[in-house]
């Protein structure tokens, strides 16, 4: 083409083509160059170019974006897992485990077997964090998800529901196989873990729940940790498989609970006294206070069947408020019905969550002055569990209630997880030792030489020993020999009303 001659270049209008496609996106559009070699062609070469450049950069883009987004996927997923999986044990975390249960209830009992859960639950984990630490804790932790996930299948979820819950998800297993896989789990804990230089033994409380037609992923979680309290209160460490019956155990407890709140402001709530007796003359030292319910229905309900309850829901922390305050106050009555008892003493119970109430030394202080009470006369009785897991809150508390001059007395010695170190740690003076201890004292002579050298240890570590549960003259003879100062039992006399106390402890009846 030559300027002027008036006639368009077709190769122009294969350009404006060209760079129009370009523009648009359609990176490998190329536009033929003709043989002219002249100034149009120099500008397809390089429109053709640049397109070819463009293209390469576009690739790069992709590959780049193309990574991020891989890279974002992987976050994303890193981060689901993280949000459904337990971080100490990698186990699934209740999230994962309700979205399996739900996946395993749609796709129904395709192999026949309906899906079944299983809660487990440590029953002495709380000693163990508490004596040795929270790692040795978490290694127990750890080491119990290792054995849960070594008894199931692959395909079945196992899981930590948080502290020392866990659970399973079995699917496709009749219900011989899921009894099984329980009995399984049940064994795997019966093993001891080691920690370093120390030995423990956990054992678990197992609920098993089968899902039935029309039962949603939460009540089949339900009914697992019903069948696993079950099991706990059926003396822990057993396998329990869930029955509609058991929900009227639960209704039932949640009556006694509202019932019991309604107990102490009634007035259906009773001190019965039990003498602590001084063994070599019989005198009466003083009393333990001891509460009952006096039911307008099921008649008079003895504390085992709702201090635990009361425990549980905190109640017992105004059931002990009621105790301290009517037991001292019956206290102040007897010193001005026999004012020759002048160290006669008041035993009280105190429970775990009670040390741990911001009035109680306040309340104790109080009352013990509006009843013109001395500390001394005060005893409180506190089970060896609690104070073996003491914390530093408890401990001050009980170094707070000693500075007051308040007895304290280490109860139920010889109950529970042992150490002989602790009795020299704590502020008591006196320990009780449990029943269980004296119950074959007439005629085995390896329980009498256990019980004399725990009697000698009390001693060693200066405390006096009161020991509990005698019943017949032979067992008071026995401690009597064996050292021990103080007892108490059916033997001196059951747990009685205040009126019927007060001629035993004025000494008008005769003493055994
Ligand atoms: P515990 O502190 O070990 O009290 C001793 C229990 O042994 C009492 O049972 C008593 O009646 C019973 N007992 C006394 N002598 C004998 C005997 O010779 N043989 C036998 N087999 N048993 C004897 P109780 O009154 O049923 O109290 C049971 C538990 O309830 C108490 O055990 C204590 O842990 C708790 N408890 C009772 N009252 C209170 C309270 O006011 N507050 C708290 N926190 N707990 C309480
Ligand atoms: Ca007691
Ligand atoms: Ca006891």
């Known amino acids: 083409m030559s300027p002027g001659d008036g006639v368009e270049d077709p190769r122009l209008e ?109 029953d002495s984990f709380k000693a163990i964090n508490d004596t040795l630490g929270h790692s040795a804790g978490d290694a127990v932790l750890v080491e119990v998800s290792r054995r849960l996930r070594s008894v199931v299948r692959a395909s079945d979820t196992v899981a930590r529901l948080g502290g020392d819950e866990f659970a399973a998800l079995i699917t496709g297993a009749s219900v011989d196989d899921v009894m099984l896989i329980a009995h399984r789990a049940w064994e795997a804990l019966q093993e001891s873990v080691d920690i370093g230089t120390e030995t423990v033994w956990t054992t678990g409380s197992i609920g098993i729940c089968l899902h039935d037609p029309g039962r949603s992923a939460e009540d089949l979680m339900r009914g697992a940790d019903i069948a696993m309290y079950q099991a706990k209160a059926e003396g822990r460490n057993t396998v329990q498989l869930f029955h509609p019956d058991m929900l009227n155990a639960v209704q039932e407890r949640s009556r006694i609970t509202a019932e019991l709140r309604m107990a102490a402001a009634t007035g259906q709530l009773a001190l019965h006294y039990q003498p602590v007796v001084e063994l070599a003359s019989g005198k009466v030292a003083g009393v333990e206070a001891l509460v009952r319910w006096h039911h307008p229905v099921r008649g008079t309900i003895m504390p085992d069947s709702f201090i635990g309850i009361a425990e549980e829901t905190g109640l017992i922390l105004e059931l002990g408020r009621w105790v301290l305050h ?59 569990s609690v104070l073996m897991s003491r914390r530093t809150g408890e401990q001050q508390v009980l170094e707070k209630l000693r500075a007051l001059g308040v007895g304290l007395q280490i109860d139920d010695f010889g109950t529970g997880y042992s150490s002989i170190s602790y009795l020299r740690e704590i502020p008591a003076e006196t320990v009780k030792v449990d029943h269980s201890l004296i119950k074959n004292l007439e005629t085995d002579p390896q329980q009498q030489k256990f019980v004399s050298a725990i009697l000698q240890l009390i001693s060693a570590a200066e405390l006096e020993a009161i020991v509990e549960g005698i019943e017949t003259a032979e067992q008071a003879a026995r401690l009597q020999a064996m050292g021990c100062l103080y007892g108490q039992g059916y033997y001196y006399g059951r747990p009685a009303p205040a009126a019927a106390i007060l001629d035993r402890i004025s000494g008008s009846e005769p003493q055994r």
């Open 14 to 122: 294969q350009l404006v083509d060209g760079i129009v496609r370009l523009a648009a996106g359609e990176l490998n559009a190329r536009i033929e160059p003709s043989d002219q070699r002249d100034a149009i062609d120099a500008v397809i070469t390089g429109v053709n170019l640049l397109g070819e450049e463009l293209g390469h950069i576009y690739t790069d883009l992709e590959e780049r974006v193309a990574a991020r987004t891989a890279m974002l996927r992987r976050t994303q997923v890193e981060l689901e897992h993280m949000a459904k999986t337990d971080a100490l044990t990698g186990l699934a975390n209740r999230t994962l485990l309700n979205e399996r249960i739900q996946d395993a209830i749609r796709s129904g009992t395709d192999s026949g077997h309906a899906p079944a859960v299983l809660i487990l639950d440590l």
């Open 326 to 384: 009517e037991g001292i106050a019956q206290l102040s009555q007897w010193k001005h019905l026999a004012p020759q008892l002048t160290d006669f003493r008041l035993h009280i119970n105190l429970s775990a969550a009670e040390l741990l109430r911001s009035d109680l030394l306040a309340d104790v202080n109080e009352t013990l002055t509006k009843n013109d009470i001395e500390p001394s006369r005060l005893v409180l009785e506190i089970t060896e």
